[in-house]
């Protein structure tokens, strides 16, 4: 069982940064591809930025490329989003995920999520 424990979310403006964190309770944290999805007010969660086990592929959806990063340590068992240049359609609850077998944007292929963490862009 693997618990994810986001941080690192809050109220920021349009154009800002933030970095949100997702700290893993798994020993074994190097064996899971980490994902981050996130849902807004009325909308389905949808697929945000994936990394691989060793952090040397990276893949993002395209409303965020260019302004997001997700890169991870696994020596501290944490991954991270980098937001920069936030929007107003940012804002959401960023939920992080973990896989030992699946890396991409199928939220299916994630066996464990952390309770999110809110994200708010205001103008």
């Known amino acids: 069982q693997v618990q994810l424990v986001e941080a690192g979310g809050g109220l920021v403006q349009a154009g800002g940064s933030l970095r949100l964190s997702c700290t893993a309770s798994a020993r074994a944290f190097s064996g899971y591809a980490m994902g981050w999805f996130r849902q807004a007010p009325g909308k389905e969660r949808e697929f945000v930025a994936a990394i691989t086990r060793g952090g040397g592929n990276t893949v993002y959806a395209d409303s965020v490329k260019g302004r997001f990063t997700i890169f991870r340590d696994n020596a501290k068992m944490s991954v991270y989003l980098q937001m920069n240049s936030l929007k107003l359609e940012d804002t959401a609850v960023y939920y992080c995920?973990?896989?030992?077998?699946?890396?991409?944007?199928?939220?299916?292929?994630?066996?464990?999520w952390g309770q999110g963490t809110q994200v708010t862009v205001s103008s």
């Open positions: 995920a973990a896989s030992q077998t699946f890396y991409g944007s199928n939220q299916d292929g994630y066996n464990y």
